[in-house]
């Protein structure tokens, strides 16, 4: 996905507000990624030539994306509320690009699926999007809107507080908060972003290949009550 500061060129503001996330607690975590293999997995290809097997594989223990051509991994079973804990990294030696953690996944499968996605763009991780028609809204000062973006459709956009990276080609850690409308993002133990208004909707987790090999290991989610 385009980064945020690149999309606030090519957009409008608008006066949105909403309280501020509440407390959460934590249930059972289960594992996404065994580190063995990909059950639990499906995936979806702009390239329909193109199998699984050639984009995403695992080696050492590491979920491996090639980040070409463009599509997401997506588990099988559908979340609404959860505690989501990623470690990626870019390919170290390699250029770092772009990907994205997306989750609440639904409607017609399409190379950038409507969705809420936690930006993994190298400098940008932090940034929340919601692609066609995906309610999102945030503080005003981070908040964009684009009605017709080439891929992501009707897209609303909240830009992070502040950055939290390491240099490209070591590990970082996302902690996603997801409770109704609610949505908090930590970076590295930091809390970098916080939205409202997200639009409730039960669906898959999805990794995106957008560009750039990167790796995942550990993905934990733990499942929150309504």
């Not at 063995?36 to 979920?63: C, I, N, T």
């Not at 599509?71 to 990626?88: C, I, Q, S």
């Not at 945030?138 to 956009?157: P, Q, S, Y």
Request: hydrophobic share 40%; proline share 6%; glycine share 14%.
């Amino acid at each position: 996905m385009v980064g945020f500061s690149l999309l606030s060129t090519l957009v409008v503001c608008v006066q949105l507000t909403g309280p501020s996330a509440p407390q959460v607690s934590a249930g059972k975590a289960e594992p996404l990624f065994d580190g063995k293999s990909l059950d639990g997995w499906r995936y979806y290809l702009d390239d329909h030539m193109v199998g699984m097997e050639d984009v995403w594989s695992v080696r050492d223990g590491l979920l491996i994306c090639k980040g070409e051509p463009m599509g997401y991994l997506y588990t099988k079973r559908a979340f609404k509320n959860f505690r989501l804990r990623v470690e990626w990294r870019w390919a170290p030696g390699g250029k770092p690009g772009n990907s994205g953690v997306l989750m609440r996944i639904n409607g017609a499968p399409m190379p950038l699926p409507r969705s809420i996605e936690a930006q993994l763009m190298s400098g940008n991780a932090g940034d929340l999007f919601g692609f066609h028609g995906m309610k999102l809204a945030g503080d005003t000062a981070r908040f964009r809107e684009v009605e017709k973006h080439n891929i992501g459709g009707h897209l609303r956009g909240v830009g992070k507080i502040q950055g939290n990276e390491k240099e490209p080609g070591e590990w970082n850690v996302y902690d996603i908060h997801v409770q109704g409308p609610h949505i908090k993002v930590w970076v590295n133990e930091q809390l970098v972003n916080e939205a409202t208004e997200a639009e409730i909707a039960p669906g898959p987790i999805g990794l995106q290949s957008e560009g750039g090999e990167v790796h995942f290991r550990k993905i934990v989610i733990t499942p929150l009550e309504d």
